[in-house]
């Protein structure tokens, strides 16, 4: 798939192409949120490897949780995207007080 937004997380893929994303977290509980298509959102399990065909409208929400109170961040590598290395586009999403982040990402034939 190709970048077409950085910026807006938008994508660009093939007819019958699947999207696949990790999220690590660093200095934080794991405590993703996602919804995709607009269905009812549901935990991301740490660990877990999303995969879902595009096109695709992802809503994803990270919390955290810090008690050392050095702040914590999120990593999401969305594989297979041309002009990266490995050809994974990583996003450092770092925690900003208590309010969960949320963040979309588009994915158009």
Same mark, same amino acid.
Request: proline share 8%; glycine share 6%.
């Given at each position: 798939?190709?970048?077409?937004?950085? $910026?807006e997380r938008i994508y660009q893929g093939a007819s019958?192409?699947?999207? =696949?994303?990790?999220?690590?977290? =660093?200095?934080?509980? !794991?405590?993703?949120? #996602?919804?995709?298509? $607009?269905?009812?959102?549901?935990?991301?399990?740490?660990?877990?490897?999303?995969?879902?065909?595009?096109?695709? !409208?992802?809503?994803?929400?990270?919390?955290?949780?810090? /008690?050392?109170?050095?702040?914590? $961040? #999120?990593?999401?590598?969305?594989?297979?995207?041309?002009?990266?290395?490995?050809?994974? $586009? /990583?996003?450092?999403?770092?925690?900003?007080?208590?309010?969960?982040?949320?963040?979309? #990402?588009?994915?158009?034939?």
């Open positions: 798939m190709i970048e077409i937004d950085p $910026s019958g192409e699947t999207a =696949t994303m990790t999220v690590t977290r =660093t200095n934080t509980r !794991h405590m993703v949120t #996602y919804s995709l298509n $607009s269905a009812p959102a549901v935990r991301l399990a740490e660990g877990e490897v999303l995969r879902f065909p595009i096109p695709a !409208h992802l809503l994803m929400v990270f919390a955290f949780d810090n /008690p050392s109170g050095t702040g914590g $961040s #999120y990593t999401v590598a969305l594989r297979d995207v041309e002009g990266y290395p490995n050809n994974t $586009s /990583p996003r450092i999403y770092d925690q900003f007080g208590a309010t969960p982040d949320t963040r979309t #990402y588009t994915f158009l034939l």
